[in-house]
Nanobody, 127 residues
Framework: QVVLVESGGGLVQAGGSLRLSCAAS????????MGWFRQAPGKEREFVAD????????YYSDSVKGRFTISRDNAKNTVYLQMNSLKSEDTAVYYC????????????????????WGQGAQVTVSS
């Protein structure tokens, strides 16, 4: 069992930055592929980024590539999402998630691949 708690959301102007954090309970954090997803009002939950167990491999959706950076600190049981150059279309609830079963971060883009989810953090970008 893993409990995920996001923090760091808020209101920011377009062009600004925010960093989301996701703290995980338990001792096996390093055995999970970690991902970030987001869901805007009226839209489906979409993949944002994921990171391999050892933090050496990352993947991003095309919509955030070059602006967002995912990282993790296995000693602190925490995964981060640094968001720069924010746009109004980035407004959404952001969720972190943990996957036991993904063989690697390269095949972990679907929400169904994840076993545990955080409660979500609201990010609102004003234009």
């Amino acid at each position: 069992q893993v409990v995920l708690v996001e923090s760091g959301g808020g209101l920011v102007q377009a062009g600004g930055s925010l960093r989301l954090s996701c703290a995980a309970s338990g001792r096996s954090f390093a055995t999970y592929v970690m991902g970030w997803f987001r869901q805007a009002p009226g839209k489906e939950r979409e993949f944002v980024a994921d990171i391999s167990r050892g933090a050496s491999i990352t993947y991003y959706s095309d919509s955030v590539k070059g602006r967002f950076t995912i990282s993790r600190d296995n000693a602190k049981n925490t995964v981060y999402l640094q968001m720069n150059s924010l746009k109004s279309e980035d407004t959404a609830v952001y969720y972190c998630a943990a996957s036991r079963g993904c063989s690697s971060a390269s095949v972990c883009f679907a929400a169904a691949s994840y076993d545990y989810w955080g409660q979500g953090a609201q990010v609102t970008v004003s234009s």
